[in-house]
């Protein structure tokens, strides 16, 4: 069965949503799962791979902090490649979504039906 169009966006921001995050303020996986979980309806099990990439790729780091009610806590935090992937992923987003909304609100004449559009091009070849 085929994904529907809300999964692959989710899938999509999903990167950008934790850079977003984490911008604000450190925090750890669970937090930014929960986080994500109330606003965007994303799954726990999804974060914990990201962040493990993200992490490789240079766009955040972790410490550890001790925690009353239990193990230490991994936070996260953003490098600056991470702020400069924030930057640049921030700039697609909003060109993605002027573009989308452009092209579900233009007032665009409806394309003549294919005869007319036929004999329209007959007719001007005659003229000439």
């Known amino acids: 069965m085929p994904e529907t169009i809300e999964i692959q966006l989710k899938k999509g921001v999903l990167t950008l949503c934790v850079l977003a995050l984490l911008n604000r303020r450190d925090s750890y996986a669970y937090e930014i799962a929960s986080t994500l979980s109330d ?4 799954g726990e099990g ?3 791979p990201l962040m493990r990439r993200m992490q490789s790729d240079g766009q955040v780091e972790t410490y550890l902090v001790e925690s009353s009610s239990g193990p230490s806590r991994k936070y996260y935090r953003l490098t600056d490649a991470g702020r400069r992937a924030l930057e640049a992923q921030t ?3 909003r060109a993605f979504v002027t573009a989308v909304e452009d ?3 233009a ?3 409806p394309a003549p039906p294919p005869a007319v559009a036929k004999n329209a ?3 001007r070849g005659a003229k000439q």
Do not use: L, R
């Not at 606003?39 to 994303?42: E, G, L, N």
């Open 103 to 105: 092209v579900m609100n």
């Open 121 to 123: 091009k007959s007719e």
């Open 46 to 48: 999804t974060i914990y």
């Open 107 to 109: 007032d665009a004449d």
């Open 91 to 93: 700039t697609e987003w």
């Open 39 to 42: 606003a965007i309806d994303m």
